[in-house]
């Protein structure tokens, strides 16, 4: 689950950045995958751990996520709990200090360069979320609801089940190590939420 010999667990990564992006692509303006960060110019970073690379991206970037007009940047980790540097923590502190890692290393540069927000996305590889990820998608999905005029807690049992099967198809590729090509991207243009919950009978949770 660890091992990136044969790129599987970059493949993990990116089907899960591609979800995102195409999800963030209903509801926001000038999506990005891999946007490069503009170069630092002798500005000063706190952290040791900061990434001052000219050529330092991120994994995707929208316009107008959480404040009008804004670029949002988000980068995503997906981090095993039963890796040794993990297995010793509590699986609350192990997400923790992966949000703590990722906004040392691009958080202050894009405030303070960029002008722009920066949101870790952290998961486990067994599905789980990071809190700052939950509250991404938490609020995605509300922007999703008011657009299409569907209910909002379908379009977050759509949501958690598409990035639960990802992580899970990925998590199998890791272990089987198979070099099939994987499915077809969803289109979720004329997605209709409701209708495809019920269908599926996922589990819906309270409003």
Same mark, same amino acid.
């Given at each position: 689950?660890?091992?990136?010999?044969?790129?599987?667990?970059?493949?993990?990564?990116?089907?899960?950045?591609?979800? %995102? *992006?195409?999800?963030?692509?209903?509801?926001?303006?000038?999506?990005?995958?891999?946007?490069?960060?503009?170069?630092?110019?002798?500005?000063?970073?706190?952290?040791? %751990?900061?990434?001052? +690379?000219?050529?330092?991206?991120?994994?995707?970037? *929208?316009?107008?996520?959480? &404040?009008?007009?804004?670029? *949002?940047?988000?980068?995503?980790?997906?981090?095993?709990?039963?890796?040794?540097?993990?297995?010793?923590?509590?699986?609350?502190?192990?997400?923790?200090?992966?949000?703590?890692?990722?906004?040392?290393?691009?958080?202050?540069?894009?405030?303070? &360069?960029?002008?722009? +927000?920066?949101?870790?996305?952290?998961?486990? %590889?067994?599905?789980?979320?990071?809190?700052?990820?939950?509250?991404?998608?938490?609020?995605? *999905?509300?922007? &999703?609801?008011?657009?299409?005029?569907?209910?909002?807690?379908?379009?977050?049992?759509?949501?958690?089940?598409?990035? +639960?099967?990802?992580?899970?198809?990925?998590?199998?590729?890791?272990?089987?190590?198979?070099?099939? +090509?994987?499915?077809?991207?969803?289109?979720?243009?004329?997605?209709?939420?409701?209708?495809?919950?019920?269908?599926?009978?996922?589990? &819906?949770?309270?409003?």
């Amino acid at each position: 689950m660890t091992c990136k010999k044969g790129g599987f667990v970059c493949i993990r990564h990116d089907e899960v950045r591609d979800l %995102t *992006a195409s999800m963030l692509g209903e509801v926001c303006q000038e999506i990005t995958t891999e946007p490069a960060l503009l170069p630092l110019d002798g500005e000063h970073l706190r952290y040791r %751990t900061a990434n001052t +690379s000219q050529e330092a991206r991120v994994d995707v970037s *929208a316009r107008g996520f959480w &404040v009008r007009g804004q670029r *949002a940047f988000m980068d995503i980790r997906i981090f095993d709990p039963m890796a040794a540097c993990h297995r010793e923590l509590p699986l609350q502190a192990a997400h923790h200090r992966n949000e703590q890692e990722k906004t040392r290393a691009y958080g202050e540069r894009i405030h303070h &360069v960029d002008q722009g +927000s920066f949101t870790p996305l952290v998961f486990t %590889t067994s599905g789980g979320m990071g809190p700052r990820a939950q509250c991404f998608y938490t609020r995605l *999905a509300e922007l &999703v609801s008011e657009k299409k005029q569907q209910p909002r807690s379908h379009v977050v049992a759509w949501m958690r089940c598409r990035l +639960s099967f990802s992580l899970l198809r990925s998590a199998i590729l890791c272990l089987r190590g198979t070099r099939h +090509s994987g499915p077809k991207a969803t289109t979720i243009s004329n997605m209709d939420y409701e209708a495809t919950v019920v269908e599926s009978d996922i589990r &819906v949770g309270r409003e």
